[in-house]
């Protein structure tokens, strides 16, 4: 196994090296998931990095990136396989009066490859990301589970197609609805909350590393005491980074009560939230 | 297997501890669990914290209980979390036995009518008086009540889904059927196939003022609910007068009775003031987290008295008509005008939400609302 020697120091740094700052608790969960070969489901709040995660693992790694964004309604054959009808149909035209047989029209030739087949076919060549999957209908996790828990997938007309080395496999889910148990257990399981000040300074900072530290310290403060009020869609850490990014784009090196509001929009967005912080925009940055 | 070592025999009973407060874990997750330790550094107590948290815990809220539990095992620190546990417990089970209905609000502009003083009756299960009273319900009344209640069972509402099935219809093509009959035939298609959106039932949400004012009003509703709820599962029931109490899991009883008494027990102020406002707030946060009435018909029986600040009450139905598909309210002082002007403070603020109020204040009325609900899906 090519994760034999790896420890959890040495993950969390080369996470670093690709400025994905993990805390401990993710590090081990991500190294149990390569070790053990299990995907890995990621719970937590909206912009904590959950996506990115699957991005840098896949960069670090030096493997594509597979990804499948569910939504509501997504079926197998967004997800898995198509066949190609429009193909199928005039392969069939020009046979004449020869009879089509399942095995030409139903093979590999007419077979579309969705994300989930593409990520069985290329095995350990590839990171399988499975965005947002509280998305999807109830249906559809309970036809993730042959996939996640056997890493194989079955297409009626052609049969069982198993990987030959298992892909790395990342959920991800913003808790709108309670994922199911079973598809729970053939996962390993991490909540991502939002990180301490400290931790998302060095997010910030290793993700604009132009960005002065004074500035950094300045918008995470803003932003924890923004989390902090009673607002209903709270900013996740993309935001922080936006924000910094906005204020610093202004060319302004440190985030005053005008610059805040100028900006506030790259940190909160809510209708109702942004009127609510602009009153108290005071409070916000000092 | 081999025979287990007496550090993996330590980690499989950490399993069963966790197992035994609570948690449900089997034992392929206790074999993840130490294939999992043993590939890290076991000297650090902080790895077999870790490994556990990634491969037993499966849900946020299940990490205290992980925490006391791995505290007391590894460590033998005994906190007192255990204790308020089973305080909240002992708590929880002795309180809320306050089913009582208060018999009030008799005195509400234009008189009661009889039919839906008898239907708030049938409702009611815990004094035998009332009982007594439906038994006096004459044919007619039993009848009609019947017949909303199956009227309710069978037209849920429903709505359009992104998965099709056949249709007759010619709107979409079906081409994977198409394909599958055109070889059949030689490569000659012989008919066009076509296919819909298959339909799904649309969620529906009761949230019913049982204070003071309202209990009588509420009841019947709950009744509704309960009916709509054995013939459709997507329906969710909450009860508030100073806070919101979701009463959906007490209505899954076959006798309608014991499903009232249930719900009734479950919901601890009854008798307490009126805080519209704050309580449909609280439905709005839940509902960020999940899906909880989103795209759902959502039926408000409340008369608008609110004790609360007015402006939450406007900010909180500005965000639950956003979620919801419709939101319908059910005013027992609209009583059967037809140019309602609200005259209480809740009303006019929570107005410009709304999308269709209702009186209820009768059989006819609640038979109309029962109508609506099956056709604005």
Not at chain 1, 210 to 216: D, F, N, Q, T
Request: proline share 3%; aromatic share 6%; with cysteine.
């Amino acid at each position: 196994m090519p994760f034999d020697q790896l420890t959890v120091p040495e993950l969390t740094e080369s996470l670093g090296e690709y400025k994905y700052i993990a805390d401990r608790g993710l590090s081990t969960a991500l190294l149990l998931a390569l070790k053990l070969g299990k995907p890995l489901l990621l719970e937590g709040e909206v912009g904590v990095g959950k996506t990115e995660l699957a991005r840098t693992v896949s960069t670090m790694l030096g493997r594509e990136l597979i990804r499948l964004q569910c939504y509501e309604g997504i079926d197998m054959h967004q997800a898995l396989y198509e066949w190609d009808y429009a193909r199928q149909m005039l392969f069939v035209r020009s046979l004449g009066s020869e009879e089509a047989s399942d095995d030409q029209l139903f093979g590999p030739r007419f077979l579309l490859e969705r994300p989930l087949l593409q990520a069985v076919r290329a095995g350990d060549q590839c990171v399988l990301l499975i965005d947002e999957v509280d998305r999807a209908d109830d249906e559809f996790e309970a036809f993730l589970l042959e996939l996640l828990g056997d890493y194989q997938v079955t297409i009626p007309e052609v049969g069982t197609i198993k990987a030959q080395s298992r892909p790395i496999v990342i959920l991800t889910s913003n808790r709108t609805r309670e994922l199911h148990d079973a598809l729970k257990r053939r996962c390993l399981y991490t909540w991502i909350g939002f990180p301490e000040s400290d931790r998302e300074v060095e997010i910030v900072r290793s993700r604009l590393p132009e960005v002065g530290g004074a500035l950094a310290n300045q918008v995470v403060g803003a932003v924890n005491r923004l989390r902090a009020m009673d607002l209903e869609k709270l900013p996740g850490v993309a935001e922080t980074i936006d924000w910094t990014e906005s204020v610093s784009a202004l060319g302004s090196n440190s985030l005053t009560a005008e610059i805040a509001l100028d900006t506030l929009g790259a940190v909160v967005k809510d209708r109702d939230d942004l009127e609510y912080a602009s009153r108290n925009i005071q409070d916000v940055i000092s | 297997m081999s025979s287990l070592s007496g550090f993996d025999e330590l980690l499989v009973g950490f399993g069963q501890t966790l197992r035994q407060a609570g948690l449900s874990i089997g034992s392929d997750d206790i074999l993840t669990f130490c294939s999992g330790v043993s590939h890290l550094d076991i000297t650090d107590l902080m790895n077999v914290y870790w490994a556990g948290r990634a491969t037993l815990v499966r849900r946020n809220d299940h990490v205290p209980i992980y925490n006391v539990i791995f505290q007391q095992y590894f460590l033998d620190i005994h906190e007192t979390a255990v204790d308020e546990r089973k305080r909240t417990l002992r708590a929880s089970s002795t309180a809320g036995a306050t089913l009582e209905i208060p018999n009030t609000e008799q005195g509400l502009p234009g008189e009661i009518s009889p039919d839906e003083v008898k239907l708030g009756y049938l409702a009611s299960t815990s004094e035998v008086h009332r009982l007594k009273a439906f038994a006096d319900c004459s044919e007619e009344e039993i009848r009609r009540v019947r017949k909303l209640i199956s009227r309710f069972r069978v037209t849920p509402p429903q709505r359009r889904t992104h998965r099709s099935t056949r249709s007759k219809k010619a709107a979409r093509l079906d081409l994977r059927r198409m394909v599958r009959e055109t070889m059949r035939n030689l490569g000659e298609p012989r008919a066009l196939a076509f296919k819909k959106r298959k339909l799904k039932l649309r969620p529906l949400v009761f949230i019913l003022d049982v204070s003071g004012s309202m209990a009588d009003y509420s009841r019947n509703l709950l009744q509704f609910a309960y009916c709509a709820r054995r013939a459709n599962a997507k329906v969710d029931v909450f009860c508030f007068g100073t806070r919101l109490t979701r009463i959906t899991r007490s209505l899954d009883r076959r006798n309608a009775d014991e499903a009232m008494r249930l719900a009734g027990e479950a919901v601890l102020d009854w008798d307490g003031g009126t805080r519209i406002g704050d309580s449909l707030r609280q439905f709005t946060r839940e509902s960020r987290r999940s899906r909880l009435g989103r795209g759902a018909i959502v039926v408000i029986c409340s008369d608008g008295l609110d004790r609360g600040e007015p402006a939450a009450l406007s900010d909180s139905m500005e965000s639950l008509s956003r979620i919801a598909h419709r939101v319908i309210w059910v005013n027992p002082h609209k009583g059967d005008a037809v140019d309602f002007v609200p005259s209480s403070i809740g009303m006019i603020v929570a107005d410009p939400y709304i999308d269709e109020v209702h009186s209820g204040h009768n059989l006819a009325s609640l038979e109309r609302l029962a109508d609506r609900l099956a056709k604005v899906g």
